[in-house]
Nanobody
């Protein structure tokens, strides 16, 4: 059974940085498509960044491109999201998700992710 637990959220001022972590129970392996998604109050959950480590493939939403970096330490079964130059509009609950297959062409379809964490809150003040 895959369990995902996010950590690293907090409150920062605009321009600051945070690194989110998502530890899994060890049931995943490198052949999982994994990603970060976020949901702000009153808004739909949106994609942030996705990774498939066997091919070193990554995807970033336009809103975070150049500021956020997704990575995964397979030895530690941990997914990371390094967030720099944070903006107030980055304020949201951040979730990690995983699915036991390649990212393929449906990596933005949230319904295809089998496992989700409970989220970690990020608040950016101006």
């Amino acid at each position: 059974q895959v369990q995902l637990v996010e950590s690293g959220g907090g409150s920062v001022q605009a321009g600051g940085s945070l690194r989110l972590s998502c530890a899994d129970s060890g049931a995943t392996d490198s052949a999982y498509c994994m990603g970060w998604f976020r949901q702000a109050p009153g808004k739909k959950r949106e994609d942030v960044a996705i990774i498939y480590t066997p091919s070193s493939w990554t995807y970033y939403a336009d809103l975070v491109k150049g500021r956020f970096t997704i990575s995964r330490d397979n030895a530690k079964n941990t997914l990371y999201l390094q967030m720099n130059s944070l903006k107030p509009e980055d304020t949201a609950m951040y979730y990690c998700a995983a699915r036991p297959k390649v990212c393929g062409t449906s990596y933005l379809n949230q319904g295809e992710y089998d496992y989700w964490g409970r989220g970690t809150q990020v608040t950016v003040s101006s």
